[in-house]
């Protein structure tokens, strides 16, 4: 009853009197030979020691790394992020391994977070560390055994973990060998062969079906877009020339290098080759004669010169930028078509609201708020127009992200983390009380 007692003052001071620890002014225990960093002031010397004999004996007889640390408070930062970041600043388990267990108790929000890394999501899968949480901690800090809970919790996974390191080291029972002879397996080789150029073949028919289809176009200019669409003739040509290789190393049940080469040469050509089809047919639709849908008559195409007495200022500056190249027709009775196509900087530029040309660029990307773990950031993408100097801005969400910061935000063993140097997998656990 005394430590409930204590536990209950010591929550209530920490709610109204505890600032908020930032990940870089953690103690990293791991600088004093040790697993615990208790900033809450939790354990005594004897209830610490006892739990530090057990953090280093998981580590000494599983190779796993756990960290233990309690704080009084986070302020308004979420338990999990801020578990995941303290996880990947100190780098808790062994790079080559990421077998790493960080246990973070936060006083004032009454909260347990556990993250794991890659390697422990085998022996402590998210369901077991719940369980952990509900049945062996969280019961014993209700009722104000602080340490008796995380020892006992400690001791579970320290016994499953050795349970798994036991089972690794079994030597495994040598399998009997499947009865297949020689002739089965180059039968099975030519089967997955056979699969694959039919599939390659029904490509090839895809790919040639569009290209009818293209052709069906009586306009020049709708058969130059649907050609240079991203789906269509050139996507089935090119999934083709990808599954080609593959088709000829199991067609030849010959395991040799020159098998492997003469299958890449092949997709590669036909590769090359369906790329100078779309290109030559292309220009070819591009520069075909125009004939006036007035007159009748026959079409010019003017020079880069004589086409611009036809184009608008801001005509003119998206050929300049590159983001639309303009063709000029123009027939004998002075009757003009103009074609646009894309120019080889599209992409990089979007519609201004005021002038209407593509010449609106992005000049600074602001984030007002970072994505976290859980929650989506937002911030403010600011453009200017090149052809009416026209400043806009637009607000954008950031989608929540796998981790709250990016490996810049994470320090480098050599000046902070003394733990393996491994990294969160995003597993792991939390529970209230």
């Given amino acids: ?246 088709s000829w190393f199991f067609w030849s049940t010959n395991f040799h290098w020159s098998s492997v080469f003469i299958g890449l040469a092949m997709a590669v050509l036909w590769f090359l080759l369906g790329r100078a089809i779309r290109d030559n047919i292309g220009q070819t639709f591009r520069s075909q004669s125009r004939v006036c849908p007035y007159c009748k008559t026959q079409m010019i195409l003017q020079n880069d010169i004589s086409e611009k007495r036809f184009e608008k200022p801001q005509e003119i500056i998206e050929e300049k930028i590159g983001s639309i190249d303009y063709d000029i027709w123009v027939c004998p009775q002075d009757h003009v078509r103009k074609d646009s196509y894309a120019g080889k900087n599209f992409y990089r530029y979007s519609t201004c609201a005021s002038c209407h040309a593509l010449a609106r660029k992005l000049i600074r990307d602001e984030v007002i708020e970072k994505a976290t773990f859980t929650n989506p950031g937002n911030g403010i993408r600011h453009f200017q127009c090149i052809a009416c100097s026209q400043v806009s801005s637009e607000k954008y969400v950031l989608s929540p992200e796998f981790s709250s910061f990016s490996d810049s935000d994470v320090v480098s063993s050599e000046t902070g983390s003394s733990f393996g140097g491994g990294s969160s997998g995003g597993g792991g656990a939390g529970s209230s009380y």
Avoid at 25 to 49: G, T
Avoid at 151 to 165: C, D, F, P, V
Avoid at 203 to 216: E, N
Avoid at 222 to 234: A, D, V
Wanted: proline share 7%; aromatic share 10%.
């Fill in 1 to 246: 009853m005394a430590n409930f007692v204590v536990l209950l003052a010591m929550l209530i001071s920490v709610s109204f009197s505890t600032p908020s620890y930032e990940v870089k002014s953690i103690p990293n225990p791991r600088m004093k030979n040790q697993w615990c960093s208790d900033v809450a002031h939790i354990f005594n010397p004897p209830e610490k020691a006892e739990l530090e004999s057990i953090l280093a004996n998981i580590h000494k007889t599983t190779g796993a790394e756990v960290a233990l640390v309690t704080l009084p408070s986070i302020g308004n930062r979420i338990p999990k992020d801020y578990a995941v970041e303290l996880f990947h600043y100190w780098k808790v388990g062994q790079k080559d391994k990421n077998n790493g267990l960080l246990i973070l108790l936060v006083v004032d929000q009454r909260r347990i977070e556990m993250e794991t890394g890659y390697g422990l999501e085998g022996p402590l899968p998210d369901v077991t560390l719940s369980r952990i949480q509900r049945y062996d901690i969280i019961p014993s800090l209700k009722a104000g055994h602080v340490v008796e809970g995380f020892a006992k919790g400690l001791r579970k996974i320290e016994q499953l973990l050795q349970t798994e390191s036991s089972s690794l080291l079994r030597v495994p029972q040598p399998l009997s060998p499947l009865p297949s002879t020689d002739k089965q397996f180059e039968s099975s080789l030519k089967n997955v062969a056979i699969v694959l150029v039919g599939l390659t073949s029904a490509l090839i028919f895809f790919s040639l079906i569009q290209l009818l289809v293209v052709l069906s176009f009586k306009d020049p200019l709708w058969r130059y877009r649907k050609l240079n669409k991203n789906f269509g003739f050139l996507f089935f040509w090119q999934a083709a020339s990808l599954i080609m290789p593959f």
